[in-house]
């Protein structure tokens, strides 16, 4: 069965840090994989995706993820956090590119000033 | 252009009643899901609408949940009668034909649950 693990239920950074969260996933078969953001009292946006074509892929507000079949991992990161950033971040896999996403347990970042 | 929107945001209700909550999905869009994430648990897949159709309905709990959508337009989720686990976070999410946008979904902002 395929599953999402996220690493770090909380995560804090200091503003200007690296952040870095951590998913890793199984599946049987090709996977797309997203990363999904809640800001508070906000829906779920869509970060970034990969479906096909190359590992790196950049998303919206600084962030980008790479794929890594090797390690079956899509760890996100931004170079420098930003206060903005705060927010709780979910990662999903798709098998095969399904509509039937499975998400992990999520990320809260929380930036210190 | 107006994303997914659902009503209620917010609900609170007592064990034993019922709840229905409401999902208006981007306009076009033939696909509508609803997931659901129990508090502290991961989001998880509850149900799949093609027009009004139900695709997958595989992630559905139990038969105290029913999720409508006539006309293939809006989409109801009723919760009768409504438990303690029924407590969490009803997203709603839709998508156009197949293909079209590499298979991205669109949230709403979900409509929270408590069932005291």
């Known amino acids: 069965a395929q599953s999402v693990t996220q690493l770090g239920s909380h995560v804090s950074v200091s503003e200007g840090a690296l952040v870095l969260l951590r998913c890793n996933y199984s599946?049987?078969?090709?996977?797309?994989l997203f990363w999904y953001v809640q800001y508070p009292n906000q829906g779920l946006q869509l970060l970034l995706k990969?479906?096909?074509?190359?590992?790196l892929v950049k998303g919206i507000n600084g962030f980008e993820a790479e794929f890594k079949k090797s390690e079956t991992s899509f760890h996100l990161t931004k170079p420098s956090a930003h206060m903005s950033d705060a927010a709780e971040y979910f990662c999903?896999?798709?098998?095969?590119?399904?509509?039937?996403?499975?998400f992990g347990t999520g990320t809260r970042l929380k930036v210190l000033a | 252009e107006a994303g997914v929107t659902q009503f209620p945001s917010h609900s609170v209700i007592e064990k034993g009643q019922t709840v229905t909550l409401r999902c208006d999905p981007i306009?076009?869009?033939?696909?509508l899901y609803w997931y659901r994430r129990v508090m502290g648990k991961e989001i998880k897949f509850l149900l799949h609408?093609?027009?009004?159709?139900?695709?997958?309905e595989s992630g559905m709990p139990n038969n105290r949940f029913l999720a409508e959508r006539t006309g293939g337009t809006y989409s109801t989720l009723k919760v009768q009668p409504a438990e303690l686990e029924d407590s969490g976070v009803y997203f709603c999410?839709?998508?156009?034909?197949?293909?079209?946008?590499?298979?991205?979904?669109?949230f709403g902002e979900g409509s929270w649950l408590t069932v005291v």
């Open positions: 999410a839709s998508s156009p034909q197949q293909g079209v946008t590499g298979n991205t979904i669109y």
């Open positions: 599946s049987s078969v090709p996977p797309y």
């Open positions: 990969y479906t096909t074509g190359a590992t």
């Open positions: 999903a896999v798709s098998p095969s590119g399904t509509y039937k996403y499975i």
């Open positions: 306009s076009g869009h033939d696909n």
């Open positions: 609408f093609v027009k009004e159709s139900k695709q997958d």
